[in-house]
């Protein structure tokens, strides 16, 4: 069954906030005004905006080293988010964290995480904590097919399953470990067939399709807020530029036709025909969308800019809790 049509022309604003951040981002990056490493998410849109979609107040996520995705998905700030990248002290880590480091607890989203595989362990403990304290509430759990090789996704995967938690594991697939090929990292083609191991299902899905992505996703945290236990959704997708930056480190792993033939499969431009298709969107229709966004980051970046750089004198605090 097709989405509502609200639903739809949300999951094309989610996205479009996504891709228009991140395009931003990475022209800053390249023009050397951002420091510290970039991670693009640009290409895995629908995976994010999919899953986010279902997610309300008391929900969390965990997130990646390619984190802005999940953070703008969930509601993130533009104007702290650039900042943050920036290094200034109006940042979401006051300037101290930078990409791989932004977390905002109000929205759930506990953190980008530059541990790769860091984020399964802390969905683990967010979501046994919702069902100690019997709440409705679910945690989604994004990774990549390289973090699904470490030995913390299996252990919180085999606490998820065991406890029955209300998580959903959300695999973003894009083929590549760095810059090894999933092929040369894993004797398996599909993630999701590791759910079996720890007794949950495991469901593979078109991660450029939106809409697959939304019902999926929808399944499987229903079946989470019911007290069924987790899902490991994997979704096929791929990050159109490097794996970091835009041009990258020069380090030649994929073909240009490989790159060409996936942005035929632009998530955003398939949902944008979708949308034309039912008659809910046409082209000058996401064009406004898509003006509104871009005034939108420009005000955010000139906001970050004109902000100040913390004090040194900040430098230990928030080092130690007490
Ligand atoms: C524990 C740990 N080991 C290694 C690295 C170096 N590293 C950074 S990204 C990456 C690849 C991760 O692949 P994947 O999880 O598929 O995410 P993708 O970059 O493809 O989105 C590696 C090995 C790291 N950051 N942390």
């Known amino acids: 069954m097709t989405p509502a049509p609200e639903t739809l022309l949300d999951l094309h604003r989610r996205m479009l906030r996504i891709r228009l951040f991140e395009e931003e981002a990475g022209r800053l990056s390249e023009a050397g005004r951002i420091p510290g490493a970039l991670h693009l998410y640009v290409g895995e849109e629908a995976v994010a905006a999919g899953v986010a979609a279902h ?94 090789n470490e030995g913390s996704f299996h252990e919180a995967a085999n606490m998820a399953g065991l406890y029955r938690l209300p998580l959903i594991f959300v695999c973003e697939n894009n083929g590549f470990g760095e810059f090894t090929r999933q092929d040369r990292h894993q004797a398996i083609r599909d993630i999701a067939d590791r759910a079996a191991g720890y007794g949950f299902p495991g469901v593979v899905v078109d991660g450029m399709d939106v809409i697959a992505v939304y019902e999926a996703a929808g399944e499987a945290i229903a079946r989470a807020r019911r007290g069924e236990g987790p899902t490991l959704l994997e979704c096929k997708t791929y990050r159109f530029y490097d794996h970091v930056g835009v041009r990258g480190m020069g380090v030649v792993y994929r073909s ?26 046409d082209a000058a229709g996401a064009a406004a969308v898509r003006d509104q966004v871009q005034a939108e980051v420009r005000e955010a970046v000139a906001f970050a800019e004109s902000s100040p750089f913390p004090d040194p004198s900040a430098l230990t605090e928030d080092v130690y809790a007490s």
Not at 82 to 100: H, I, P
Not at 262 to 274: A, G, N, Y
């Open 55 to 148: 997610l309300g107040p008391g929900d969390q996520v965990t997130s990646t080293h390619r984190g802005h995705g999940h953070l703008v998905a969930v509601g993130g700030d533009f104007r702290r988010m650039f900042a943050e990248l920036f290094g200034r002290a109006t940042g979401y880590c006051r300037g101290k964290g930078g990409s791989m480091h932004i977390a905002d607890m109000d929205l759930g989203m506990l953190g980008a995480n530059g541990i790769v595989g860091g984020g399964p362990p802390i969905a683990v403990g967010a979501a046994f904590s919702n069902k100690y304290r019997k709440t409705q509430n679910v945690t989604a759990c994004f990774f990549g097919d390289g973090a699904s």
């Open 256 to 281: 240009d036709d490989e790159v060409r033939a996936w942005r035929e499969r632009d998530p955003i431009t398939l949902l944008e025909r979708r949308l034309a298709e039912l008659g809910i969107l």
